[in-house]
């Protein structure tokens, strides 16, 4: 296995399986399905955060690095999980919070009681700046009732790290060691680009938003020590960077393999063109022009560059991209299918978030009391202050809400989805027709199956250049892949209708390789089919 073909799956451990009736997922049910991953294909899993907090932030919170929240199980069950795992030839990438701590952290906790050591493992000023935190409201807050403010610029809860501080840098790569100790060789780190803050800290200029603390050159220096400081040891290690509001120029330095920084990154620009004035809570119908060339611009660059992105539609942050970019009322199936050829086919890791492969969608809610999400509530509240009515303001969450993605897994139509026997946490979706039970030998699910494999039997999916082709098209995201003496285009239609085009003369005598419909009428796609053409060049 190269890093070119793996598919990473992601899990909500919250979420997906309950082995004992809490209404909370555990590490068991990951080690139960395994099989279930495995018949997919998958090799890489990605959990979300399992360690002991406060869960203001469901686990962004962290209040203890290496330490199970007993609510998710104990270390048995994690040595379970991952040596069960190893017999199907999948791995775990855990998810590192290294930009900020609880505040219930014994560093802050130590912090506040007046010990100056660990004082300076947080960002305490006398002044603060006009940073918003990316929750609502002021990045700031009083430091106990010392007249200073400590950063966070995600909740209150989430204190800022000083990356300065050698001594930060030194517990954090520990805590990525620990883990690899554990058998751990894949990372994913949270919001990774923010980690740098400067000394002297300025106001955000409204022109540049987000500039003073968003990709400052030193996060490359802070990558490299803590490549070198862990994963770098180990040539197989698989790392992720969860990159906010960075640029392509920042993420070829992330990721090109002689930096020795991070094998790929996420970016997030494609999953805002349905933002109004670039503002999440708003509703719009997104913007296919914007997604194409958003598409082709870091496609392109990544691969001229030798950079290497993470792709995906969905993750536990995201609604699902069924409800956002797809007719879903009419198109779910054929719909779901064209999402994934379109990000399957590209150059790039792919991602598949639990519940994409049988093509689950945002839940149903019907009273703002559904939602959980502190994100979700403070941004109810500031709708309500701007003067919308409950209801209009309801409608926005309906369609922006993070809770979209992190409803219970739909494993069948039984009470509660097969989730849980108890009480699930969060509600469940509401969706009895689209189960596990009932489409793990669906459509969707099998497009997923073949895709994934392709990836592997395939040097042209896996390590293939990727050049933008029907630029101008106002329907169809197509790309051109190239490897040795092969060459694919493929055509993914965006539209609800059928879209006819001219097929560029050098397929004319190419074989289909990938559709997601059973049949192909001659230069027209129907509503959103996904087309690959193979052709030799010798
Ligand atoms: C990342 C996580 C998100 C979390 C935030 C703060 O964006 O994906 O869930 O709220 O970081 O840690």
Redesign the pocket.
């Known amino acids: 296995m190269t890093l070119n073909d793996r598919v990473i799956y992601q899990i909500y451990p919250k979420s997906f399986l309950d082995t004992t009736g809490s209404g909370i997922g555990d590490l068991k049910g990951v080690t139960q399905k395994l099989p279930y991953l495995a018949d997919l294909g998958i090799d890489m899993v990605w959990l ?1 955060p399992f360690y002991p907090s406060p869960q203001r ?2 686990g ?2 962290i209040s203890n690095y290496k330490a199970i929240d007993p609510m998710f199980g104990n270390f048995e069950d994690f040595a379970e999980m991952v040596a069960e795992g190893r017999k199907y030839g999948i791995e775990f990438m855990l998810d590192m ?1 290294l ?2 701590v609880s505040i219930e952290h014994e560093w802050f906790q130590k912090a506040l009681a007046g010990d100056k050591y660990y004082q300076d493992f947080f960002i305490l000023r006398d002044d603060p700046t006009n940073w918003n935190s ?2 609502g409201g002021s990045a700031w807050a009083p430091f106990g009732n010392t007249g200073r403010y400590y950063l966070h610029l ?2 209150i809860s ?1 204190a800022d790290l000083n990356w300065r501080n050698e001594n930060v840098r030194h517990e954090m790569f520990e805590v990525v060691n620990f883990w690899r100790l554990k058998g751990i060789s894949g990372f994913r780190f ?2 990774i680009n923010v980690i740098g803050k400067d000394e002297v800290l300025h106001d955000n200029s409204l022109s540049e938003g987000k500039f003073e603390y968003t990709d400052k050159p030193i996060v490359h220096d802070y990558l490299q020590m803590l490549n070198k400081a862990t994963f770098g040891h180990d040539p197989h290690a698989v790392t992720v960077g ?1 990159m ?1 509001s960075t640029t392509i120029e920042n993420s070829i330095l992330y990721t090109r393999p002689d930096r020795h920084e991070l094998s790929m990154v996420f970016n997030f620009h494609h999953l805002k063109v349905d933002y109004k004035d670039g503002n999440k809570w708003t509703k719009m119908p997104f913007d296919f022009t914007q997604l194409r060339d958003l598409f082709h611009e870091w496609g392109e660059q990544m691969s001229e560059n030798g950079g290497w992105n993470a792709l995906f539609w969905n ?3 995201q609604p699902r991209a069924l409800n956002r970019f797809i007719d879903v009322k009419n198109f779910r199936v054929k719909g779901a299918k064209m999402l994934a050829a379109s990000i399957h086919l590209s150059r790039g890791t792919p991602y598949v978030y639990m519940g994409e492969e049988i093509g689950m969608v945002d839940p149903d809610y019907t009273s703002v009391n559904n939602y959980l999400d502190l ?1 979700t509530l403070n941004a109810y509240q500031s709708l309500l202050k701007k003067g919308m009515t409950e209801k209009e303001a309801f409608e926005i969450l309906k369609a922006k809400s ?1 809770d979209n993605a992190r409803t219970p897994m739909q494993w069948d139509n039984g009470k509660n989805t097969g989730f849980t026997t108890g009480r699930p946490w969060l509600a469940v979706g509401n969706h009895p027709e689209i189960n596990v039970a009932q489409d793990k030998n669906g459509e969707i699910y099998n497009f997923y199956k073949k895709l994934i494999a392709l990836r592997k039997s395939e040097k042209l999916i896996s390590d293939g250049t990727y050049k933008a082709a029907m630029k101008d098209s106002d329907s169809i995201y197509a790309f051109i892949r190239e490897f040795g003496n092969q060459k694919l285009l493929v055509l993914n239609n965006f539209r609800n209708r059928s879209i006819s085009f001219d097929l560029p003369n050098e397929f004319f005598a190419s074989e289909i390789w990938i559709n997601n419909y059973d049949d192909y009428k001659k230069n027209t796609l129907q509503p959103y089919q996904s087309v690959a053409f193979l052709k030799n060049k010798f």
């Open positions: 979300n932030d469901n962004y919170d919070v930009n900020h990316k929750f995600y909740d989430q949270d919001v969860e906010s993750n536990h942050d994100e993070r």
